[in-house]
């Protein structure tokens, strides 16, 4: 096979209609398009998305950062660093860490986030654990308990 041989169909395409050339034409004159109006001129008739000056459905919609999420998770979240000064081999939960006064309020349960750096070994019960914060607490020789 050679690239001129690359051909569509026979069929397959078919020629553009030439508006405006006589009334023989077929499409003479007015080309189809009406005495008068705005999809009569020449050019593109309105913008993609114009309503016919309505408020367009665009503008009607929030933006994107205002869209509600429906049933959002909130957590309460607690550094991996706030976590280094806490007892080695202790048990971290949402209550010791309100008893230990690192965690002022009850947002929901708890989610530990990988931010900071940890040398003491753990034992941590978390609703979530970020991937760095589970690698950072199981480097120091503690331990992630996912509890719901």
Known sequence: MRLQDAVPQKGSKKR???????????????CGFGMRG???????????????????????????????????????????DDLASLAANSTVNLSSLMA???????????????????AV???VEAAAFTATAKSKIEEAGGSCELVQ
């Open 16 to 30: 553009r209609r030439r508006v405006g050339r006589g009334i023989s034409a077929g499409q003479g004159a007015s």
């Open 38 to 80: 705005q999809k009569s001129r020449s050019g593109r008739g309105t913008r993609p998305g114009f309503e016919g000056g309505q408020m367009p459905l665009y503008r009607r919609i929030p933006k994107l950062k205002h869209f509600p999420i429906i049933n959002r998770k909130v957590y309460t979240i607690v550094n991996v």
């Open 121 to 123: 070994p753990l034992k």
């Open 100 to 118: 230990e006064g690192i965690v002022t309020c009850d947002d929901g349960p708890l989610k530990v986030l990988g931010d900071g750096e940890l």
